[in-house]
């Protein structure tokens, strides 16, 4: 066992306007909003089959951290990669890079990556295999 990191709690992510992001976080990409605050601008949703929340707030003046819109490399996983890019946008989301099987010697995957409102990159890889 690591004697630094025991686990993961929570990603979070810095946004603009928290009621654009919890619109886009529940209905294009059906995440179930776990807690909210408005005076905080703070919420947090569930991610399927993980104890890892997402978390967002809005960036307080001063405060540390990546600015809202700069996140990248935060991976998500689908079965079929091209069927959720899709939906996605057909919800109104933003598909940043097409889907596309990679072959590399030994190895196959699938991925696509999606913004938030912000400009926040995820990716969406098919699970491995």
Do not use: W
Not at 16 to 31: H, M, N, P, Q, S
Not at 68 to 76: D, E, R, S
Not at 114 to 125: K, M, Y
């Amino acid at each position: 066992m690591s004697d630094v990191i025991q686990g993961m709690q929570a990603v979070s992510v810095h946004i603009r306007d928290i009621k654009r992001a919890r619109a886009f976080y529940t209905e294009v990409l059906g995440l179930k909003e776990v807690s909210y605050s408005e005076e905080f601008s703070r919420a947090a949703f569930a991610i399927p089959d993980s104890t890892t929340l997402l978390t967002m707030h809005v960036m307080g003046e001063g405060e540390n951290g990546r600015d809202p819109g700069t996140v990248t490399g935060i991976i998500f996983t689908h079965v079929d990669p091209f069927a959720a890019c899709e939906t996605i946008r057909k919800r109104g989301g933003t598909i940043t890079s097409e889907p596309v099987t990679v072959q590399r010697p030994g190895v196959s995957y699938t991925l696509g990556v999606f913004a938030d409102p912000d400009g926040n990159e995820f990716v969406l890889r098919a699970p491995r295999t």
